[in-house]
């Protein structure tokens, strides 16, 4: 008798846990197709609000290009969670970094349109700077200890 309801409580837990890996692998895909989606909806609108204006705003097309750059970044992700890869911080990184190059490149063409202070540009540069600085060394020190264990 006991043995009988172990061997429910088994069949039980694996129908749950198939339902649950069937319902996130459902909205992990509708994630994705969200995420492209919008990068896609993103992509064109900066391309036709470029191509109708003749005064162009560049550092508002890079940020939309970058902003872009970093949505398919996390699609990226998403696919590998769907693939049932093991979780790495590798991809935030990455997405970290590309989020502070966008920073460095918008204030640095403010600076240059004279948008921004010359004094609180370089501030904005510096932590920009100092950002990817303590990412690349997290990224070292990450894959560093992974490579040891």
Not at 49 to 75: G, T
């Amino acid at each position: 008798m006991a043995e009988e309801i172990v061997e429910k409580k088994t069949k039980v837990s694996k129908y749950v846990n198939l339902a649950i890996e069937i319902g996130d692998d459902v909205i992990l895909g509708i994630v994705a197709l969200g995420t492209v989606s919008l990068a896609a909806v993103l992509l064109v609108e900066v391309t036709l609000e470029f191509a109708r204006e003749s005064q162009h705003n560049y550092p508002h097309v890079l940020s939309e290009l970058m902003f872009v750059l970093i949505i398919m970044e996390l699609f990226r992700q998403v696919l590998r969670q769907i693939s049932h890869e093991p979780f790495s911080l590798n991809p935030f990184f990455i997405i970290a970094v590309i989020a502070s190059v966008r920073g460095l490149l918008i204030i640095q063409m403010k600076i240059g349109t004279k948008e921004l202070d010359w004094n609180v540009g370089v501030i904005g540069i510096m932590a920009c700077s100092i950002t990817v600085l303590f990412i690349m060394i997290s990224f070292y020190l990450y894959n560093r200890s992974k490579a040891n264990s």
